[in-house]
């Protein structure tokens, strides 16, 4: 008797990724990303039943890696909102043009299906919801994380022709700005 072959699911994350990349989200279909993994539909299908499976497996995977990457930024003492979204805006600055494209695409694959897309509102509701209980004490640091989740969307979704140095300048602006409004206490 033979073993049934295993399918390595971030293989075909990674494929998926690719897909995204190559075609900015145009050509990302299930045939494409097991040509890409370099398996057979069903085996892709086996692994994840559906592409919207799919696409919440691989924006899962992206908002742990960026999660870690936030949390790495963080003291060891108690957080406050302020540093919350400073770790968070240099763990933006860190990422390079490719994670950014596609965590905006997984991001938007998924605006249809809400309920796969609530580790990501999780996230942003933590984030947020010390901001918008003390809207005047934290107006300029609210500011400046809309800023840079706006220009991530609208670069990353290619609604506005952003180059990676003005992207790579409002995200510096809003840290700063953050940085200042953190050391002053508000």
């Known amino acids: 008797m033979t073993r049934k072959k295993e399918i390595d699911p971030d293989r075909i994350l990674d ?4 897909v995204i990349l190559e075609s900015g989200g145009r050509s990302f279909t299930l045939d494409a990303v097991a040509h890409r993994a370099g398996i057979s539909k069903g085996g892709l299908v086996y692994t994840f039943a559906t ?4 696409v919440c497996a691989a924006l899962t995977r992206e908002t742990a890696r960026f999660l870690a990457a936030v949390e790495r930024r963080l003291p060891s003492a108690v957080v406050g909102p302020f540093d919350m979204v ?6 933006a600055l ?3 043009d490719a994670s950014t494209r596609t965590a905006a695409f997984l991001t938007t694959a998924l605006v249809h299906a ?4 609530e580790p990501a509102r999780a996230y ?10 003390k809207p005047s ?3 300029g640091v609210l500011g400046a994380l809309l800023a840079v989740e706006g220009v991530f969307l609208l670069r990353g979704l290619g609604l ?17 700005t953050v940085a200042a409004l953190a050391a002053t206490g508000g």
């Open 15 to 18: 494929a998926a990724e690719a």
């Open 51 to 54: 592409k919207d499976d799919l």
């Open 86 to 91: 400073l770790a968070h805006i240099e763990a």
């Open 94 to 96: 860190d990422n390079d």
């Open 114 to 117: 809400p309920e796969m897309m």
């Open 124 to 133: 942003y509701r933590t984030l947020l919801k010390p901001l918008l209980s």
């Open 137 to 139: 004490e934290s107006q």
């Open 160 to 176: 506005a022709e952003v180059s990676a140095k003005e992207f790579r300048s409002v995200l510096l602006h809003a840290r700063d």
